[in-house]
């Protein structure tokens, strides 16, 4: 019988880093899982769950979920309750995604070089489903500072290219006169 | 011209800065444009003409300029086609004139000129019409050679740009009074403004003109409400920056500048392609200032009267003596003003007769400028007054036909402007976009205090709209005085009068067109290539369609204006790629196993965006085919390991997902009992295969679909569009897993003792069954799958120890004589086998096609089932699946290559097929083959030629079953 370490999403990337007022550090994956309730099963959902997140929402009854597209839902953390496979299909995704956070000043200039998303229209917290780059990404805005960013794991490196890169030119601007 | 002793506000006298223009050192100010600087430094001539090499000088102020276009060298590379009126000064800036060999004074090619007669418009059409083999040969290659404005760099544009998006409540595009304040009243308003100016400096054109708003110096205004502005959080300004088109959705291109000016721009990017999307857009870009058509007006020192004054003004550049010709108020009360602050007038001639006015200077009155002399620059121009000419020594001849709206904008969605004959332009109507409407002089309204009102009206009318109170706002004073013209297109006199000096198209050329049928304006711009320059005919549409209309009899208004499109102004490919060059153009998806598998030296290959080793080469390895081989030998004697984790994962869960699994693929899915995999293959709805994999029934109600690397997207999409669209209502989720499970291949004799090391024992699994198991406290998945033929097994982890697993199977496997094996020896291991990849599955195949058809349930429907049963999707005349094998197994086979009876030429009537994939099997110590031939299965055993036109390759094959190596499959089942 063989022992397994385990890696993170971002080994060998260089995170964190900043660059003028932008800081780009890596979230130790927690427990996540994706709750999509059955058709018609939503209302049994939320009596189990404290609640289900509508489009873009993020809350915490107990555990966070975050809306992560169409019906479906990421719950972040341990503990879901007994019966849940009852009414949604929960898949373990723990080890899917890599996630960063932008924090900072220029953190909206930054992601106004990749995303293309009225970040102005978002409440803090809230959720939504759009590209980076030609990244697929999930973008949870904290508050106007700070931005937890999602990619597939795969996709780890070019995300964090693609930030660099931005956050560089964002950082060069501001000397300009 | 010189600098003036004093005055210019955009200069810092105080900070010299040294630039190169065609070789020759100069100086110039912080603050100056290359254009500014260049007049300051005397330069008259910048360029020379597109056609007849004339030599040219600066015309305007802005980015509308014709003329001044230069080449400008930075770190050995060269852009072309660079305004130099737009180009800011900075250090060490090298710039060089265009279109001009060996130096913009000396032309060779300025014989063009002489030959003039015979280079009228569409000449070339008439002219190099024999021999007719001549033109590709020849003559095209000499006309691009001689005629062509700047060069295309060679070399790869190394320079940083960058794409951005922004969004506000209201676009303001244009920063003169009307914009400031309408970009003020939103803002008070607390509306989301951008503010976005072409020019380094806001204000419009009160910077150039002076005068006074509300009491004080223009000037001055301007600077007090930029300070509100910039102390609003929710104004953004954005100067150096060009809306350059619009676009559905309230959608604007706008080009920003961002390092193109900074002598050492380091990581600042040259441009910004903002796409910038505004829920109200108020276009505030004034009105261009018309040149006129008369003899001789393209010498150097000829420029437009409100550039005379802009780089008085602001960049003190002292034009020497001016004559100022005009059809209109404005020129003259211009005329009046730079005169008072000290600039020598000649002469103010006017076309009208019924002008009268004080002035220092003589005035003309029915006057009109009917020639000019001076080679390298002006002299003196021939004045025509009542029947009589005389002569006046000059140094520089102001323009002023009147005033163009800037319209362009309104036009990007096909709408049409209307003709004004107060002012004698066209005019955008209100409504002719969705969301944005003109205001100020953009539409016509020509006094400083019309368009400070005009900017408050429109911006009040979006607050409404945007559903946000306008605050009350006091109206600056400003002058009010009424601009009168009487139009002059073209002075009637001898000698070529140019329109369009980018594309040196003159009155005649457009009278030549007009004569030979070309009379529609849209005909003629492109028989005389009027407008067609980067410049876009900014300065010449108006007169060449007033010349038109003069010419066939027409009015203006009934002749119309050619469309506008996007771009406004020259966008530049860099900017519009931005963030697609190198790795930015596709993302890369690695595995956990990447680092790994780098390490040991394997080049990688992309499979969708997902990078794969090609093989693991050894020291000493003639080639890659030897190292393929060594793999290909790990698997049928030993064991091998490749991390599969690419192929798509998708777990289908819920009470109806068995239902749900027998509508999307031919085979039953509900009845597969829990712990056991099976084949399956999903049709699109036309009929013909789209994917093939396993599907494993983990539990009840979890199923877990896996699909080829390069259409799990395809699959998923696919899948959620049928849930979606077919099952609505069904109690299902799909949810790709892909990412979560790293997936490691285990195949050959040894993979079983393998999997003993790694979980403790060997697990009791039968061929295509599943179980999960647990390594060390690791809960894993194990299947018993093969896609080599040899006993095999596939172990998945959660993706955090795909890493160390791959690694830890490796070396378990090198130590049982094996090791990893690459994509090359895959192939080779299915190919021998039969099995299918994408290779053969290529979109145009139906199950019958590749002998799947027993795979196809008839007890049930299914998505594609009533397609695929179509007249012409099975039979004979379809092309099927076979091997082939070389007659002389070391005669290469190639994928690609067609098949043709032995006897018969290689044309398509006679193909019977081509070949899809190739290997060569060091198992069977020949070259193989899959294919697709008709009627190929009933034709196992024949011969045919295979002949690759392409690569130069021919050979002799027979076709037999595609299945080569062990063809009962007891090695994977056993």
Request: with cysteine; hydrophobic share 40%; aromatic share 8%.
């Amino acid at each position: 019988m063989i022992e397994l370490s385990a890696s993170q999403p971002f080994a060998g990337l260089h995170l964190p880093f900043s660059h003028g007022a932008t800081r780009l550090s890596a979230i130790v994956p927690a427990r996540m899982t994706m709750i999509a309730p059955f058709p018609g099963k939503t209302e049994a959902l939320v009596k189990l769950l404290g609640g289900f997140p509508a489009p873009g929402e993020v809350f915490e009854p107990h555990l966070r979920l975050v809306w992560a597209g169409r019906e479906q839902a990421l719950a972040f953390g341990e503990g879901l309750p007994d019966g849940l496979e009852t009414c949604a299909s929960l898949n373990d995704q723990s080890d899917s995604w890599a996630g960063a956070i932008l924090e900072g000043e220029d953190a909206k200039a930054v992601l106004a070089r990749l995303v293309a998303m009225d970040l102005r229209a978002l409440p803090a917290p809230s959720s939504a489903r759009t590209m980076l780059g030609h990244l697929p990404l999930l973008l949870v805005k904290e508050s106007e500072a700070e931005f937890q960013l999602w990619t597939y794991r795969s996709m780890a490196g070019s995300l964090k290219n693609d930030l660099d890169q931005a956050m560089r030119s964002v950082a060069a601007r501001r000397a300009v006169t | 011209m010189k600098r003036r002793a004093s005055g210019g506000s955009a200069i810092e006298r105080a900070r010299g800065v040294p630039f190169r223009f065609d070789g020759r050192e100069m100086r110039g100010c912080r603050g100056d444009t290359l254009a500014s600087a260049l007049l300051a430094n005397g330069v008259r001539p910048v360029g020379r003409s597109f056609k007849y090499h004339r030599p040219r000088g600066v015309l305007t102020a802005g980015s509308e300029e014709p003329n001044a276009l230069v080449e400008l060298k930075r770190d050995g590379a060269y852009q072309p086609n660079i305004r130099a009126t737009l180009q800011e000064l900075h250090p060490g800036l090298e710039a060089r004139a265009q279109n001009c060999w060996p130096s913009v004074r000396r032309d060779v090619l300025a014989v063009n000129d002489l030959l003039a007669p015979f280079l009228s418009a569409g000449f070339y059409y008439k002219t190099f019409m024999w021999p007719r083999a001549f033109w590709e040969g020849l003559y095209e290659p000499l006309i691009r050679r001689a005629a062509g404005l700047g060069r295309l760099p060679r070399a790869y544009d190394a320079s940083l740009h960058e794409r951005a998006f922004a969004f506000c409540d209201l676009l303001v595009i244009g920063s003169g009074p009307t914009g400031l304040m309408a970009a003020l009243t939103a803002g008070r308003a607390g509306a989301d403004v951008v503010l976005v100016e072409e020019d380094r400096q806001m204000g419009g054109l009160p910077l150039s003109q002076g005068g006074q708003i509300d009491g004080r110096g223009a000037d001055g205004w301007v600077q007090r409400v930029l300070r509100e502005l910039q102390g609003l959080p929710n104004v953004r300004l954005m100067p150096r920056t060009s809306v350059f088109g619009v676009y559905d959705g309230g959608v604007f291109g706008a080009l920003e500048r961002v390092g193109q000016h900074l002598a050492e721009p380091g990581l600042v990017p040259r441009e910004c392609y903002w796409r910038i999307t505004a829920k109200r857009a108020i276009l505030a870009s004034g009105a261009l200032e018309r040149p006129i058509a008369h003899p001789g007006n393209d010498r150097p020192g000829v420029m437009l009267l409100s550039a005379v004054a802009s780089y008085w003004q602001r960049w003190a550049v002292d034009p020497g003596r001016v004559v100022v010709f005009g059809n209109n108020d404005h020129a003259l009360t211009t005329a009046q003003a730079l005169a008072a602050e000290g600039m020598q007038i000649a002469a103010y001639i006017d076309s009208r007769e019924d002008v009268a006015g004080e002035a220092p200077f003589p005035l003309r009155a029915g006057a009109e400028v009917v020639g000019t002399r001076g080679r390298q620059g002006l002299r003196e121009v021939t004045i025509r007054a009542r029947g009589r000419e005389s002569r006046i020594a000059c140094d520089t001849l102001g323009l002023s036909g009147g005033w163009n709206p800037t319209l362009a904008l309104t036009c990007h969605q096909g709408a049409r402007p209307v003709w004004d004959e107060a002012i004698a332009a066209f005019v955008p109507r209100p409504g002719m976009l969705p969301g944005l409407e003109a205001a100020g002089a953009a539409r016509g309204c020509f006094s400083t205090a019309a368009c400070l009102a005009d900017g408050v009206e429109a911006a009040r009318a979006a607050l409404a709209e945007l559903g946000l109170t306008a605050p009350d706002i006091a109206l600056p004073e400003a002058d009010d005085s009424p601009y009168t013209l009487r139009p002059l297109w073209q002075v009637k006199a001898p000698g070529r009068a140019w329109l369009d000096f980018a594309n040196d198209v003159t009155t005649k050329d457009v009278k030549l067109a007009a004569q030979e049928g070309f009379a529609s304006v849209e005909h003629m711009k492109r028989y005389t290539t009027q407008g067609m320059a980067p410049d876009q005919g900014k300065s010449s549409n108006m007169g060449a369609l007033a010349v038109l209309a003069d010419a066939t009899g027409g009015s203006i208004p009934g002749t119309g204006t050619t469309t506008f499109r996007p771009p406004f102004v020259p966008v530049s490919i860099g900017a519009l790629g931005a963030g697609a060059r190198g790795k930015g153009f596709r993302p890369e998806r690695r595995t956990t196993s990447d680092t790994q598998v780098r390490a040991l030296g394997a080049p990688m290959i992309e499979a969708g965006l997902w990078y794969r080793p090609s093989y693991f080469p050894k020291p000493g390895d003639p080639d890659w085919r030897t190292a393929c081989n060594r793999e290909v030998g790990y698997v049928r004697k030993a064991v091998g390991v490749c991390d599969v984790s690419t192929l798509g994962k998708i777990a289908v869960q819920g009470p109806d997902a068995g239902r749900f699994l027998d509508f999307v693929y031919t085979g039953t899915m509900s009845r597969l009992a829990v712990g056991r995999v099976r084949y399956g293959l999903m049709l699109r709805e036309d009929g013909h295969v789209m994917d093939d994999g396993t599907c494993a029934r983990l539990g009840e109600q979890d199923y877990l679909v896996t699909t080829t690397t390069a259409a799990a997207g395809e699959v998923m999409r696919h899948l959620e569009f049928v849930q979606q669209a077919f099952c609505r209502g069904w109690q299902l989720r799909l949810c790709s897993v892909t990412e979560q499970w790293a997936q490691m291949a285990i195949a050959g004799p040894l993979a079983g003792e393998l999997l003993a090391h790694v979980l403790g024992e060997v697990p009791d699994l039968p061929f295509m069954g599943y179980q999960p198991v647990q390594v060390g406290p690791v809960a894993a998945r194990l299947f018993r799958i093969s896609f080599s033929g040899e006993r095999g097994y596939e172990l998945a982890v959660p993706a955090r120890y795909g890493a160390d697993l791959f690694r830890q199977l490796v070396a378990l496997a090198e130590g049982l004589g094996g090791g990893a094996y690459g994509m090359e020896a895959l192939n080779v291991l299915r190919i021998e086998k039969g099995f299918l990849t994408h290779a053969e599955i290529d979109g145009f195949v139906t199950a019958f096609d590749l002998g799947l058809q027993g795979m196809m349930s008839r007890k049930k429907d299914f998505i594609g089932k009533a397609a695929s049963g179509r007249p012409g999707l099975t039979g004979a005349e379809r092309l099927q699946l076979v091997g082939l094998r070389p007659q002389d197994p070391t005669a290469e086979l190639t994928a690609g290559a067609h098949l043709y009876p032995r006897e018969a030429p290689a044309k398509a009537t006679h193909g019977q097929g081509h070949v899809k994939s190739v290997c060569y099997s060091p198992t069977l110590g020949t070259w193989l083959g899959l294919a697709l031939v008709t009627n190929g299965r009933a034709r196992h055993g024949e011969m045919l030629r295979l002949d690759d036109g392409l690569r130069g390759n021919r050979c002799e094959v027979t076709l037999c079953d595609p299945v080569f190596f062990d063809p009962e499959g007891g090695r994977m089942r056993d």
